[in-house]
């Protein structure tokens, strides 16, 4: 099993920045990504960006130039930091980890609420 535990959510005003954290706990070497979601009221989830254990990173177009998804193993931590937010960035983020040599992401965490008002 892996534990994922998100931070840094909170209320910013539009152009602003905010870092998500992500700490990753457990049977980590079964996993070889995690990537952010976000889901608001009445969207579907959206897979924002993903980053490998090489460390290669993927990003949706949405949020391309804005955001970066970075990783520090030896603190098993990824981050994403968000930066030019807009109200439309206003979601629930949650961290979620792939197993290896699928498509699947078992593994999720709490979520973190972040809004952006206008």
């Known amino acids: 099993q892996v534990q994922l535990v998100e931070s840094g959510g909170g209320l910013v005003q539009a152009g602003g920045s905010l870092r998500l954290s992500c700490a990753a706990s457990?049977?980590?070497?079964?996993?070889?990504?995690i990537g952010w979601y976000r889901q608001a009221p009445g969207k579907p989830r959206e897979l924002v960006a993903v980053?490998?254990?090489?460390?290669?990173?993927t990003y949706s177009d949405s949020v391309k130039g804005r955001f970066t998804i970075s990783r520090d193993n030896a603190k098993n931590t990824v981050y994403l930091q968000m930066n030019s937010l807009k109200p439309e960035d206003t979601a629930v983020y949650y961290c979620a980890a792939r197993r290896w040599a699928t498509s699947e992401y078992p593994y999720w965490g709490q979520g973190t609420q972040v809004t952006v008002s206008s």
């Open positions: 457990g049977s980590t070497f079964t996993i070889n990504a």
């Open positions: 980053i490998s254990n090489r460390g290669t990173t």
